[in-house]
C-alpha cells in the first residue's frame, strides 16, 4: 500500500453551516431567515423538520470545539448566520449574536483551531426576502455592509474569510426550482440571483481589502462537478458541455474571466430574455481573491434529451455504488477537477471547503457508530486530491463536510453526513469510526 503524504502546514479541517448546526432560531435578537420562514410551508421539508433545535450548536459550542479539538482539527469552516447579527438585513447591529461568534471564534484559537468563516451559506434575513431577496439588487449593498462589518468585528482573529457558499444552489434551487428557500420557481429569477450573489461577492472582496488585516485572504467557495457525456456521441458530448456550463462555468468563467460563458448566455437569451448586467458588473465580479473553495461531492453523466426544455439534457445513473443522498461515489472526479480548474482557471489558491458523505449510519448496542462506507469514500477522495496535488494543484486544505450530523435542507434531519452522530433526542453526540479514523489521517499527515 502507498502512503500519500501531505505537506506540513496542511489544513485539515471539517465544516458546518450556521442554519445547519446552530439552533437558538429566536433567541437573543435573531431575526427570522428565509429557511425560518420556508420551513413552514407544508411539504417542503421530508417529515416537516425546522432548524429550530438543529444540533442547538448555539448553547453547545464549547463541547463541538472540545470534540474538534480530540480530533486533532486544526482548521474549521463555519457560517455566519447573517439575522443573527442584522435581524432586519441591516441598520443595527445585534450585540449579542456578534457575541456569539466572538466567544466561538475565540475558543477555536484557544484550541488551536484555525477558523475559516463564511458570511452567506443561504441564511438571509428574510426582511431583506420582503424586498425581493437575491433578485433585487440592493440585496448586494446590505450584504456588503454586513461583510465589512464582520470583516471589523472577527478580522484581528479571522484570517480566511469565505464570501458566499454554493451560489448555483442558492440561486437556482432557491429562485429557480423552488426546492430551497426562498422558494422562487422562476428561472429569470435564479439568473437575477446569481447575478446578484456574484456582484456583492466582488463588492465585499474589494471591501475586504480597505479592511482586514495583512495576510487576511478571502475567496469564494462553488459547488463544481466535472460533467461526462453519457457516450462519445456528438449530442452527448454537447450536452456535456451545455451542463458543465451552467453549473459551473456560469460561475467561475465571470469570477476568473470576467465574462459569463457565450455558448450559455445565447442558450439563456433564447429561453428567459435578457438579465441585467453591465461591463462595470463583470469588472466587479472579477476582482481578484486569493482562493477558490471547492466542494466536491460526485460527477455529473448527461445524455442529449431534445424533450428536456430548455437545455435538452438529462442526468444519466451510473452503476457505480451511490450515497444515502443518491450520488454517485466517483473520487477520480475531484482529480479530474481540480485539473481542470488548474487548467482554466488558475486560481492563487484552492481549499477543498466540502467533501464527504451521507450514509445510513445506525447506533450499535454498545454505542458505536461503525460508517466504514464514510470512511472509504473519504480515503478515495483524499488519494485522489494528494495525485491531483503531486501533478501541481496547489491545495491548501481539506474540510470534510460534515463535523456533525446536521439540517440537511429539504432533506431535514433524514440525511446523516458527520462525522459525529447527533442524537437528535438528547442531542448527545457520538464521534463515529470515521472520526477517529480522520484523527489518525491527521496526527499522521497522510492516507494510506
Ligand atoms: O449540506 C450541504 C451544504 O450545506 C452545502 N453543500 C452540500 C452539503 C450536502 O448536501
Redesign the pocket.
Known amino acids: 500500500m502507498t502512503l500519500h503524504t501531505f505537506p506540513d502546514g496542511f489544513l485539515w479541517g471539517a465544516a458546518s453551516?450556521s442554519c445547519?448546526i446552530e439552533g437558538a432560531t429566536l433567541e437573543d435578537g435573531k431575526g427570522e431567515s428565509i429557511w425560518d420562514r420556508f420551513c413552514r410551508i407544508p411539504g417542503k421539508i421530508v417529515n416537516g423538520d425546522t432548524p429550530a433545535i438543529a444540533c442547538d450548536h448555539y448553547h453547545r459550542f464549547s463541547e463541538d470545539v472540545s470534540l474538534m479539538e480530540s480530533l486533532k482539527l486544526n482548521s474549521y469552516r463555519f457560517s455566519i448566520a447573517w439575522p443573527r447579527i442584522f435581524p432586519v438585513g441591516g441598520g443595527r447591529p445585534n450585540v449579542k449574536g456578534v457575541d456569539f461568534y466572538n466567544r466561538l471564534v475565540d475558543e477555536l484559537l484557544a484550541a488551536g483551531i484555525r477558523p475559516m468563516a463564511t458570511l452567506y451559506?443561504?441564511d438571509l434575513p428574510q426582511a431583506l426576502q420582503d424586498k425581493g431577496g437575491w433578485i433585487a439588487r440592493d440585496t448586494a449593498k446590505y450584504f456588503v455592509d454586513y461583510a465589512a462589518y464582520m470583516f471589523e468585528a472577527l478580522g484581528d482573529r479571522v484570517d480566511l474569510w469565505i464570501t458566499h457558499?454554493?451560489p448555483w444552489?442558492a440561486a437556482t434551487l432557491g429562485y429557480g426550482t423552488g426546492e430551497h428557500a426562498p422558494g422562487v420557481s422562476h428561472m429569470p429569477s435564479a439568473l437575477a440571483a446569481a447575478h446578484n450573489i456574484l456582484l456583492s461577492h466582488g463588492e465585499a472582496v474589494r471591501a475586504f481589502r480597505d479592511l482586514s488585516r495583512q495576510g487576511a485572504r478571502i475567496g469564494i467557495t462553488l459547488?463544481m462537478s466535472p460533467v461526462y457525456p453519457a457516450s462519445s456521441n456528438e449530442c452527448d458530448v454537447l450536452a456535456a458541455r451545455r451542463w458543465d456550463g451552467c453549473l459551473n462555468r456560469w460561475y467561475a468563467d465571470p469570477l476568473f474571466l470576467g465574462s459569463y460563458p457565450e455558448d450559455i448566455m445565447e442558450l439563456y437569451l433564447r429561453a428567459f430574455g435578457a438579465p441585467s448586467i453591465s461591463i462595470e458588473d463583470m469588472g466587479i465580479i472579477s476582482t481578484p481573491t486569493d482562493f477558490l473553495g471547492v466542494?466536491y461531492?460526485s460527477r455529473a453523466v448527461v445524455k442529449a434529451d431534445p424533450e428536456a426544455q430548455p437545455l435538452e439534457l438529462s442526468h444519466v445513473r451510473t452503476n457505480r455504488p451511490v450515497t444515502a443522498?443518491g450520488w454517485e461515489v466517483y473520487p477520480e472526479g475531484l482529480y479530474d477537477l481540480l485539473l481542470r480548474i488548474e487548467q482554466d482557471y488558475d486560481p492563487p489558491a484552492v481549499f477543498i471547503t466540502?467533501n464527504?458523505a451521507?450514509y445510513d449510519d445506525q447506533v450499535s448496542s454498545g454505542g458505536l457508530v461503525d460508517d466504514r462506507e464514510r470512511m472509504e469514500y473519504i480515503r478515495a477522495h483524499l488519494i485522489q486530491l494528494h495525485r491531483a496535488m503531486q501533478d501541481g494543484v496547489e491545495v491548501e486544505g481539506y474540510y470534510l463536510?460534515?463535523i456533525l450530523d446536521?439540517f440537511?435542507?429539504a432533506f431535514g434531519y433524514s440525511?446523516r453526513?458527520g462525522i459525529i452522530y447527533v442524537d437528535y433526542t438528547t442531542l448527545k453526540r457520538i464521534p463515529k469510526s470515521s472520526a477517529r479514523w480522520y484523527r489518525s489521517v491527521i496526527e499522521r499527515g497522510s492516507v494510506l
Open positions: 453551516s445547519q451559506h443561504w457558499n454554493e444552489v459547488n466542494n461531492y443522498m466540502e464527504g451521507a463536510w460534515s446536521n440537511e435542507w440525511k453526513f
